[in-house]
Structure formats: C-alpha cells, structure tokens
C-alpha cells in the first residue's frame, strides 16, 4: 500500500477479494477448451490467491470475530469446514495438469464453492463484523492492515497431502 493510500477495513479488503476471485472464475470459464496454458496459470493464480485470503482470514479474521463478534462461532466454524473442502480441491488442481480428466471440473466446483462461501460470508459475517465495529468489540482497519501484510507474504500455495496419493515414508509430502 503506498504511503497516501487510505487503509482499507477488514470487510472491505475481503470482498474485494471476493469480486477479484469471482471475475477470475468468469475468465476462466470464457477460455477455449484447447486453452491449457492459459487455464493452467488462470487456475493457478485462483488457487494461489484463494489460499492468500484463506490463510489469512483463517489467522487472523476468524480469530477477531470469535474475541469481538456475538454469535459468531457458528458461521466461523462453518466457514472453516468450507475452507477445507476448498483447500482440498485446490491441492488436487495445483497437482494437476490441464489436460487431465476432470481438472475443468474441479475448477467449476471449486467456484461453486467459493460462490457459496462467498455469498453467506458477505450476507452473515461481514454484517456481524460491522456490528462489532459499530460496538467498538473490532477495528476494522486494523485488521484490514494485518489481513493485507499476511497476504502479502504468502508467495506460494503450501504443500497439502493430496487425497488417494500415497506417500511413503522416505518420500517428501509435495
């Protein structure tokens, strides 16, 4: 962030995170069905920044509503289920190629999930974290630059045992 950019809240941070996520999965389903370079890297940079933005909420949003936010361990629990599911189909693409059967359907289903995801974070947890801010219990802006630092660290997608691969006990888990 440049030194005259105003800092953004939490809430703000995060859904643009989600329009960004969600126009790259336009962009991925408008590629021809020869396009596997372009997939390739499309998929990967939605793998990579969903990652971002989990591993930070995860860190650090999910945490702060918990301490600041009533009712809020509920949806946060059920978030971090659907971060899992997510993360799962995200090591299995990162592992895949473009030309393998099934890796355009596990980027559309990826999608939907994250489309669903996204839809009741926006409609039930940011509502939460704006009341808490309006309570004084969450500073949005503070968090927003802990979420924005996080993310800005995360270079690569971490290493994740892929489900069904066996590895053995000599053998790296990448």
Request: net charge negative; with cysteine.
């Amino acid at each position: 962030m440049s030194a005259t950019a105003k800092p953004r809240d939490a809430v703000a941070l995060l859904k643009q995170d989600h329009d960004e996520v969600k126009a790259m999965f336009k962009q991925y389903e408008e590629l021809g069905d020869r396009a596997f370079a372009s997939k390739q890297k499309l998929a990967e940079k939605i793998c990579l920044e969903l990652t971002k933005h989990a591993i930070a909420e995860e860190e650090i949003f999910y945490p702060a509503m918990r301490a600041g936010a009533e009712d809020a361990d509920d949806m946060i629990d059920e978030a971090t289920v659907e971060h899992a599911s997510a993360k799962d189909l995200i090591a299995q693409i990162h592992a895949m190629d473009p030309h393998d059967d099934l890796y355009d359907a596990k980027v559309k289903v990826l999608g939907e999930y994250i489309e669903h995801h996204v839809k009741e974070e926006e409609q039930e947890m940011f509502k939460a974290a704006k009341e808490a801010a309006n309570g004084k219990q969450l500073d949005l802006v503070a968090l927003g630059e802990q979420i924005q630092a996080r993310k800005d660290e995360i270079e690569e997608i971490p290493a994740m045992p892929v489900p069904g691969k066996v590895v053995y006990s000599n053998q790296p888990a990448a």
